[in-house]
């Protein structure tokens, strides 16, 4: 065997954990910053990444391109609020090469969609067709409490622009208690009367937010039960490799996720793993593991010290999560925000 065929195998070798999991699903946030605050996610006072530190554009490509050539499949642009990063349709625009080789089969975002009318076309244009929006809310004061100062309507303005570029939307809602949870039949019956199915997130212990999780945490299952007392759900068995469990609603047609990293741990058959825009790969939301790809990828211009330490951190992925919320344990279980690598 030649040692140019050598280091394509380490190019190009399946990325698969000690649990036998293959990786096929990657998540990026390109940027720790946001356009809003929602108060869950975030304190007010954030102190953000110094620009420096941050990988490039050029550097995120290569980055993402590395792993698509390990086998990623899927991959979703996050943040921080991915779509107010400087120039990121460049980006966009510069991996959807993969899915015209078909190296990559989905390009996906996650966004809070303040960005979102300025941006769909061009989304859709570079070939995203589906994408993910956080919107916990329909009411425009509520809102404005849960994010700190935005704007419904230019979010529901976002998401008309993505539906009319063609794009299929997904709302992400995450279940606060004494905030949304009264709202959540409202949101089924507007996401469901669109075509759009909604996902349920039970919020997780990350990071120091300037007040305790226990006033927030929602379990999912107590806001099953009451659901179920107006909807009829019936189990999918439809699964993304991903943590949420699907049922379909006989009144409205359509489907809601839920996603109970608290109530029901989904690691199993976890396929994902996530890269800050530093180049920190964390193989596991749930846990402080961490390792540092930017050396690498700014140590040689050949990817092959990059695929090495990409393998050296699968090979340590975790099993699962370890989150708890209750009265003893009401303090951040992992130390980094959700805006840090995306969710
Ligand atoms: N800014 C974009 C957005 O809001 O869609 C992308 C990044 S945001 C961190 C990704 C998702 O994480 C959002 O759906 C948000 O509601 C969710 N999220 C943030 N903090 C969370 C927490 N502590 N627990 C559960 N979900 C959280
Ligand atoms: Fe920003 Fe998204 Fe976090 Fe809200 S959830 S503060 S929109 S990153």
Redesign the pocket.
């Known amino acids: 065997m030649t040692a140019d065929m050598l280091s394509d195998n380490a190019l190009t070798r399946p990325m698969t954990d000690p649990f036998g999991r293959r990786i096929s699903y990657l998540r990026v946030?390109v940027t720790d910053r946001?356009d809003?605050r929602?108060f869950?996610?975030m304190s007010e006072d954030m102190t953000f990444l110094p620009k420096a530190d941050l990988l490039t554009l050029e550097e995120l490509d290569r980055l993402c391109s590395a792993f698509i050539h390990k086998g990623v499949k899927k991959l979703r642009l996050?943040?921080?609020?991915?779509l107010v990063r400087r120039n990121v349709m460049g980006l966009v625009r510069s991996l959807s090469r993969h899915l015209e080789s078909g190296a990559l089969g989905e390009l996906t975002m996650?966004?809070?969609a303040t960005q979102l009318a300025k941006y769909a076309s061009e989304l859709a244009d570079c070939g995203v067709r589906r994408i993910?929006?956080?919107l916990?809310t329909l009411d425009p004061d509520k809102f404005r409490a849960i994010t700190r100062w935005g704007d419904l309507d230019r979010v529901l303005a976002g998401i008309e622009a993505a539906r009319d570029a063609g794009l299929a939307v997904k709302i992400?809602?995450?279940a606060l208690k004494n905030m949304n949870e009264d709202e959540i039949p409202g949101l089924i019956d507007w996401a469901h009367g669109k075509g759009m199915a909604l996902t349920l997130?039970?919020?997780?212990?990350?990071?120091e937010?300037g007040e305790g999780r226990i006033d927030q945490y929602l379990p999912l299952s107590l806001l099953r039960a009451r659901l179920s007392q107006s909807y009829t759900m019936t189990d999918l068995d439809e699964t993304t490799g991903g943590p949420a469990r699907y049922v379909r609603v006989a009144e409205t047609g359509g489907t809601i996720g839920f996603i109970t990293p608290m109530t029901h741990n989904f690691c199993e058959s976890c396929n994902r793993v996530r890269v800050t825009c530093t180049g920190t790969l964390h193989t596991c939301l749930g846990h402080e593991d961490a390792s540092d790809l930017r050396k690498p990828l700014r140590a040689s211009a050949s990817d092959e010290q990059l695929s090495e330490a990409i393998d050296r951190a699968i090979g340590l992925k975790p099993k699962g999560h370890d989150f708890i919320i209750d009265r003893r344990h009401n303090r951040p279980s992992v130390s980094r925000?959700?805006?840090v690598t995306?969710?």
Do not use: F, K, Q
């Open positions: 946030s946001c809003l929602c869950y996610c996050t943040g921080g609020e991915p996650t966004t809070n993910n929006v956080s916990d992400n809602a995450v997130i039970e919020v997780m212990p990350m990071g937010i925000h959700m805006s995306g969710g």
